[in-house]
């Protein structure tokens, strides 16, 4: 992991930071459906704040590809901030220049300001010099607590980053430490769990992985590939028929590295992907050829959480069934809560991550009993696939 510089020992009082935060949070018909990313990124707001630091907040939000797009301002955004700082956070409708200059100039010791979105402008995807200077003119200190946006080299993430020091804010920090005991130096055995729906989008974090972890578990509609690579008949369910020589070259390459890869044994079915629908549980080699594999079946459940008794740490990314259509949550939210209640004892330390891996805990009621959830998608996949994060290598 890339050596970092944390908010320890910097003084920040009467100086202006300019803090890159992932305001990038969820919207659904104008309303935010999810606060995480926001209630995750107080500590390091309020510690600044606190120390009598002028708070300049900077971020992306969705992709309006360089260019004023009403529906995505930060203004909205900006509010639901304040109100789950519980303190007052000014608003700048640009994120430099002269509205910009203005917000940071009228901030006193210990004020919050949020600026405007800065994909508005071309020069932040771009990583353009002359954008990050001006961005980098209003602060004298920079702090990036955007992990979940770390893996883009844009001017806000990477090129301020050379033009002010640099440290990391508490979020950046607590992601990287968790994220560090994880895989790069995890109490041993390490296991994974990876599910979704596709191995093409997975490849190079199932081949990370598979020379990093002890045990990976494959489930999801992922596991179906795995499976029909090896011959199984699995019905009509989801699989890449185009991805079987790769899905085998995972598994050789597990081989060699002796990393047990758990496949499922059996599976929940049903002719379609629909909620109440009839299912039936069958053994893996028994899968009807008009049935789908919609979830993994008990004894698939019972050897995971079998095996995961023994383990130390545990990444976890991607749910193992379509656990947005009940019934076939039933295995998800059972190895979650064998997770939980392990990790509750001490006995594992249980890192998870990414979209719908977060919305599957929370469905099995066990997000906040993990050791650590994090706040990031796209970062966290490609840190698992064990890239360097254009973000994170900036503040080295
Ligand atoms: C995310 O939501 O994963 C981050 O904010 C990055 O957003 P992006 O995929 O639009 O760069
Ligand atoms: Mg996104």
Redesign the pocket.
Known sequence: MTPFRTLDGVTVAGQRVLLRA?L?VPVRDGKITDLMRLERLCPTIRELSDKGARVIVCS?FD?PKGKRVPEMSLAPVSVALGQVLGRKVRFAEDCVDIPAEQAVMALQDGDIAVLENTRFHAGEEKNDPDFAARLAKLGDIYVNDAF??AH?AHASTEGVAHLLPAYAGRLMQAELEALGKALDHPARPVAAIVGGAKVSTKLELLGNLVGKVDLLVVGGAMANTFLAAQGVAVGKSLQEAGMHGEARDILARAKQAGCEVLLPVDAVVAGELKAGVPTRTVAIAAVPDDAMILDVGPATVQAVTQKLAGAKTLVWNGPVGAFETPPFDAATNAIAQAVAYATGGGALMSVAGGGDTVSALRHAGVLEKMSYVST????FLEWLEGKTLPGVAALG
Do not use: I, Q, T, V
Not at 376 to 379: L, T, W
């Open positions: 992932d990038n992306h992709r979940s946006a883009r990031a998608g796209g970062a």
